[in-house]
């Protein structure tokens, strides 16, 4: 029985348990890591000088935009302009 993977609708493009092709047997030299404008990049480096790197980057999203009544003293909404795409209830 093999296990699920959920995937959130962000990662479109990644399909859990993929395999790297061409590294199955390769010895791992040094692993390393650095931050560099804003960027994570994860380095793996094998002993016949060939590298494995990944790099990872976060991005700001607009989750919601809403026109809002506040002279009651109390949250009225009025309005929503945007609702972020993962929320497909508008």
């Known amino acids: 029985m093999s296990k699920h993977h959920p995937t959130s609708p962000n990662s479109r493009n990644f399909v859990p ?3 790297y092709r061409g590294l199955h047997g390769k010895v791992v030299d040094w692993v390393e890591h650095k931050f560099e404008e804003g960027i994570l990049y994860l380095s793996v480096r094998f002993t016949d000088k060939t590298e494995l790197c ?3 980057a976060t991005r700001m999203t607009i989750e919601e935009v809403d026109l ?3 002279k009651s003293g109390d949250f009225e909404q009025l309005r929503v302009f945007v609702r972020n795409e ?4 508008i």
Not at 86 to 89: A, E, G, H, I, L
């Open 17 to 19: 348990s993929s395999r």
């Open 86 to 89: 993962r929320d497909r209830s």
């Open 68 to 70: 809002s009544d506040w």
């Open 54 to 56: 990944w790099r990872i």
